[in-house]
């Protein structure tokens, strides 16, 4: 059977769903499909945190951090890591720096 999966999976991804002995703790058609809907969703929050930043919040830093907080909830649908992850790659897209979320869970 041939892998014709055509997207490349950043290695940080990966780290979400690795465990300590470096091995996926799910099966990588879990991953890759928890990957395409954790990046589209950090594109879809590029133009939300650019209109908080020109009309609500100017710091980058806690626009971050609020969305961080909001993915990082129970019923967000997302894990802790990959509620981190989201947030990093958003701060990515829009260019801006990270500030510190915690570990991956902490709430």
Same mark, same amino acid.
């Given at each position: 059977?041939?892998?014709?999966?055509?997207?490349?999976?950043?290695?940080?991804?990966? %780290?979400?769903?690795?465990? %300590?002995?470096?091995? *996926?703790?799910?099966?990588?058609?879990?991953?890759?499909?928890?990957?395409?809907?954790?990046?589209?969703?950090?594109?879809?929050?590029?133009?939300?945190?650019?209109?908080?930043?020109?009309? $609500?919040?100017?710091?980058?830093?806690?626009?971050?951090?609020?969305?961080?907080?909001?993915?990082?909830?129970?019923?967000?649908?997302?894990?802790?890591?990959? %509620?981190?992850?989201?947030? *990093?790659?958003?701060?990515?897209?829009?260019?801006?720096?990270?500030?510190?979320?915690? $570990?991956?869970?902490?709430?």
């Amino acid at each position: 059977m041939s892998d014709d999966y055509q997207i490349d999976i950043p290695p940080s991804f990966f %780290a979400v769903y690795t465990d %300590a002995r470096q091995r *996926l703790a799910e099966p990588i058609a879990v991953v890759r499909a928890r990957y395409e809907v954790c990046e589209d969703l950090a594109n879809h929050l590029v133009q939300h945190a650019q209109v908080l930043h020109h009309v $609500e919040v100017p710091s980058e830093d806690e626009i971050l951090r609020r969305i961080h907080d909001g993915l990082n909830s129970a019923d967000a649908g997302v894990s802790g890591g990959e %509620a981190r992850w989201i947030v *990093l790659r958003l701060a990515e897209l829009l260019g801006w720096p990270c500030p510190p979320l915690g $570990e991956p869970g902490a709430a």
